[in-house]
Nanobody, 124 residues
Framework: QVHVVEFGGGLVQAGGSLRLSCAAS????????MGWFRQAPGKEREFVAS????????YYADSLKGRFTVSRGNANDTVYLQMNSLKEEDTAVYYC?????????????????WGQGTQVTVSS
């Protein structure tokens, strides 16, 4: 069993930045590809970004390229999502997920373990 937990959500003004962190424990962190998803009120969960186990391959939702950056620190078992130039429509619960695949993309079925989510609210 793998435990995934997100950190760093909160309230930020539009145009601001926020960095989310995600820690996975229970198995070697470097074995997993990691992904970020989000779900806004009344909407379906959507893919945000993912990063391979080695950190060399990343995927982003087209609409978020250039504003969001995913990275990982295998030395400290953490994956990060840096979010810049935030907009009100980025308001959502952000979920981190771990995949036993070495590379995982936007397909949520590739992910085996999910965190409880962290709320990000962007105000005008």
């Amino acid at each position: 069993q793998v435990h995934v937990v997100e950190f760093g959500g909160g309230l930020v003004q539009a145009g601001g930045s926020l960095r989310l962190s995600c820690a996975a424990s229970g198995r070697a962190f470097s074995d997993y590809a990691m992904g970020w998803f989000r779900q806004a009120p009344g909407k379906e969960r959507e893919f945000v970004a993912s990063i391979s186990w080695s950190g060399t391959t990343t995927y982003y939702a087209d609409s978020l390229k250039g504003r969001f950056t995913v990275s990982r620190g295998n030395a400290n078992d953490t994956v990060y999502l840096q979010m810049n130039s935030l907009k009100e429509e980025d308001t959502a619960v952000y979920y981190c997920a771990a995949s036993v695949y070495v590379v995982a993309n936007e397909n949520s079925r590739m992910y085996d373990y999910w965190g409880q989510g962290t709320q990000v609210t962007v105000s005008s």
